[in-house]
């Protein structure tokens, strides 16, 4: 089974960018459908873009569609997440998860493997 690492989070003002890497290791990442997630202090796991095996365009839930976008490098074993304008309320740990299964899913259950999560903080 592929571990993931995620980096790239850390502290943004409102309206900057961030962009998040997860990095496979231990397997093909192109076996893997996958997905990003966060979790604000207090609240559950919620998904917030994914991707196919394939490099076919991604898919972002409303609250970020527009400013955040998911993409892979299947030959660099790599996804990632670029957050544009980001807000407040995007501050939470972001998560990689990959599974098997032909395309994502929203819900975290179904993914096999995790990473251990990256902190994004969004304050002036």
């Known amino acids: 089974q592929v571990q993931l690492v995620e980096s790239g989070g850390g502290w943004v003002q409102p309206g900057g960018s961030l962009r998040l890497s997860c990095a496979a290791s231990?397997?093909?990442?192109?076996?893997?459908?996958m997905g990003w997630f966060r979790q604000a202090p207090g609240k559950e796991r919620h998904f917030v873009c994914g991707?196919?095996?394939?490099?076919?365009?991604?898919y972002c839930v409303d609250a970020v569609k527009g400013r955040f976008a998911i993409s892979r490098d299947n030959a660099k074993s790599e996804v990632y997440l670029q957050m544009n304008n980001v807000k407040p309320e995007d501050t939470a740990i972001y998560y990689c998860?990959?599974?098997?299964?032909?395309?994502?899913?929203?819900?975290?259950?179904?993914?096999?493997?995790w990473g251990q999560g990256t902190q994004v903080d969004v304050s002036s």
């Open positions: 231990g397997g093909t990442l192109s076996m893997y459908s």
């Open positions: 991707i196919s095996k394939t490099n076919a365009p991604g």
């Open positions: 998860a990959g599974r098997t299964e032909t395309g994502f899913s929203f819900l975290p259950n179904s993914y096999q493997t």
